[in-house]
């Protein structure tokens, strides 16, 4: 079922629950256990040091977690990080069942831009996901991870490959084709075959794409650590 999480209008690159879950815990118990639970459920993603070190190891300076939802606050805190280390080798690790359209034109702009990123999947970047990861300069799959089409999906669960007549879906799956072909654009054998299994022509939303089908695509991989 398609997500209901706001953004951008309603337009997702993902097949996830609402958001709404993860937000419920700032108001659980007020300002006492429910904010705290939910600035360390925050602080997990981004993998703070000092904050979320009881959840796993701080990340060395340079390197970005990304485990949850391609949503507005990653945007915030990705943009915010690349920024900061423009100039500068940066490791994007994504564990991501997708999200925000928005969201993830924003992040994956903001990865080419900055030119010096490699992103690790070691399990599965989908839908959105798979739309940052492609925009790295280094791309590094774990043994079985996966990747996803990209094509955006409405509340309701429309596609432009299942006929959608909605005008501002069309406009979206077009930006995001476009953005998509530029950065596939020398990066693969056949721009329009890996085009149209990008874009879900023939393939569920969510169906996976393995290391060898992007491989067949002519996508360069390196193992993920």
């Not at 996901?129 to 996966?146: K, Q």
């Not at 409405?154 to 490959?161: D, K, P």
């Not at 299942?162 to 054998?189: H, T």
Request: charge should be neutral.
């Amino acid at each position: 079922v398609p997500a209901r999480w706001r953004c951008s209008r309603h337009f997702r690159l993902d097949h996830r629950a609402p958001e709404a879950v993860m937000s419920a815990w700032w108001f659980i118990g007020g300002v006492g256990l429910g904010t705290l639970v939910g600035v360390s459920v925050m602080a997990a993603r981004r993998r703070i040091p000092g904050v979320a070190d009881f959840l796993g190891p701080p990340l060395a300076d340079g390197e970005i977690v990304l485990e949850g939802d391609v949503s507005e606050y990653a945007a915030a805190v990705i943009l915010s990080d690349l920024h900061r280390w423009r100039g500068r080798e940066v490791r994007l690790s994504l564990t991501t069942p997708g999200g925000c359209a928005t969201s993830a034109a924003l992040i994956a702009r903001a990865v080419r831009d900055h030119g010096k990123v490699r992103c690790e999947v070691p399990s599965f970047a989908m839908s959105a996901g798979t739309l940052v990861a492609l925009s790295a300069r280094e791309l590094a799959l774990g043994e079985s991870a996966a990747l996803s089409p990209v094509d955006p999906i409405s509340r309701e669960g429309e596609r432009v490959t299942n006929g959608s007549q909605d005008p501002e879906l069309n406009a979206f799956e077009g930006r995001i084709r476009g953005m998509l072909a530029e950065i596939l654009e020398g990066r693969v054998a056949d721009l329009p075959r890996a085009l149209a299994t990008f874009m879900g022509e023939g393939r569920p939303h969510g169906w996976p794409l393995w290391r060898s089908d992007l491989r067949d695509l002519g996508l360069r991989l390196e193992d993920a650590r």
